[in-house]
């Protein structure tokens, strides 16, 4: 059973930083594509940066130049680094496969709050 459990959210100033993880048990993510995701309140859950197998990765537009995605897979893990946070970013965050997330995969997330 794959169990993907997300940390690190917290509140914060605009401007500031906060980085998250993502740790996978019961699946060895190394081959796999993997994306993090958020939910804002009243708002449809959105991909906000993708990770491939080789360490490519790619953004929306709304988040690119201030946050990284980066994976170490021997710990089978997967970081967001997020800088230059605006009250916007305010959501849960989740991390599942990308592109296609797994419904039953789907953790409790982390809840970033930015206070402007």
């Known amino acids: 059973q794959v169990q993907l459990v997300e940390s690190g959210g917290g509140l914060v100033q605009a401007g500031g930083s906060l980085s998250l993880s993502c740790v996978a048990s019961?699946?060895?993510?190394?081959?796999?594509?993997m994306g993090w995701y958020r939910q804002a309140p009243g708002k449809q859950r959105e991909v906000v940066a993708s990770?491939?197998?080789?360490?490519?990765?790619n953004y929306a537009a709304s988040v690119k130049g201030r946050f990284t995605i980066s994976r170490d897979n021997g710990m089978n893990t997967v970081y967001l680094h997020m800088n230059s946070l605006k009250p916007e970013d305010t959501a849960v965050y989740y991390c599942?496969?990308?592109?296609?997330?797994?419904?039953?995969?789907w953790g409790r997330g982390t809840q970033v709050t930015v206070s402007s």
């Open positions: 599942n496969f990308f592109p296609t997330p797994i419904k039953m995969y």
């Open positions: 019961g699946s060895n993510l190394s081959s796999r594509a």
């Open positions: 990770i491939r197998s080789d360490g490519s990765a």
